[in-house]
């Protein structure tokens, strides 16, 4: 068994220039291509196996990114399956020179755990044990929630 901690994961990636859109703001495809590998990150930490993205809930983007900031990711897991990974993610805008952040995007992946043949193969439970994890699962869950009552 993982615990949820062991599981959390923050990245970050300076947005360029090259990852902007003519806003000078970081392009959304950028954006969920950051959540989507640093997710897989977490997913695999707990599976001990290779995933395959399966589904990305809907992607709420809040507020831009500007070029210069940093794009802070945030990925755990919060539940799982037989073979499948539910990852809760968020990203900020990180200014380097305030120390400043602010909730930019936010979504649920759920990632599938692959064999050597690219089969489904199953994961391990999930292990929620301390504070910290009871409160990231349950806001995790809380916004699940949110978003399927907005649908």
Do not use: C
């Not at 220039?17 to 003519?22: D, T, V």
């Not at 009871?134 to 869950?141: I, T």
């Amino acid at each position: 068994m993982t615990e949820l901690m062991e599981t959390y994961i923050e990245n970050r990636e300076m947005v360029q220039p090259n990852h902007a859109n003519p806003h000078g703001t970081a392009h959304g495809g950028n954006v969920m291509k950051w959540m989507d590998e640093v997710g897989a990150m977490s997913a695999m930490r707990f599976a001990g196996e290779s995933v395959v993205t399966a589904r990305m809930e809907q992607v709420n983007f809040k507020r831009p990114i500007p070029v210069g900031d940093t794009a802070f990711i945030e990925a755990y897991v919060y539940e799982a399956g037989r073979t499948s990974v539910k990852v809760r993610l968020k990203v900020f805008a990180e200014n380097l020179e305030t120390r400043e952040t602010e909730l930019t995007t936010e979504s649920y992946f759920v990632y599938v755990a692959v064999d050597d043949d690219g089969e489904p193969t199953e994961v391990p439970d999930l292990e929620v044990e301390t504070d910290e994890s009871v409160r990231l699962q349950q806001g995790a869950l809380d916004g699940e929630d949110d978003l399927a009552s907005n649908n």
